[in-house]
């Protein structure tokens, strides 16, 4: 069963900056995609952001630019660098893995929360 650790996550002021960092253990097949999600209270899940293993990313566009989305493949790890952060990034972010053989996975979820 794969299992995903998220960290980092806290309560910052407008334009501070966060790092999270995801780590995924206990997969028998090869970590495929990963991503961070977040869900704001009364919004739907989201993407924030997504990285291939080959290093393709691909981003929201209200993040373009503030946030940069790499992975250790070594260490099955995925980061989430946030900058500029806003008030409307608050959110419960949570990460996601996909393996061919056992499809997509969640983490618990970690708090981010930015006051103006």
């Known amino acids: 069963q794969v299992q995903l650790v998220e960290s980092g996550g806290g309560l910052v002021q407008a334009g501070e900056s966060l790092r999270l960092s995801c780590a995924a253990s206990g997969s028998r097949f090869r970590i495929d995609a990963m991503g961070w999600y977040r869900q704001a209270p009364g919004k739907q899940r989201e993407l924030v952001a997504s990285?291939?293993?080959?290093?393709?990313?691909n981003y929201t566009d209200s993040v373009k630019g503030r946030f940069t989305i790499f992975r250790d493949n070594a260490k099955n790890t995925v980061y989430l660098r946030m900058n500029s952060l806003k008030p409307e990034d608050t959110a419960v972010y949570y990460c996601?893995?996909?393996?061919?053989?056992?499809?997509?996975?969640w983490g618990q979820g970690t708090q981010v929360t930015v006051s103006s």
């Open positions: 996601n893995a996909a393996t061919w053989a056992t499809g997509t996975h």
């Open positions: 990285i291939s293993r080959g290093g393709i990313t």
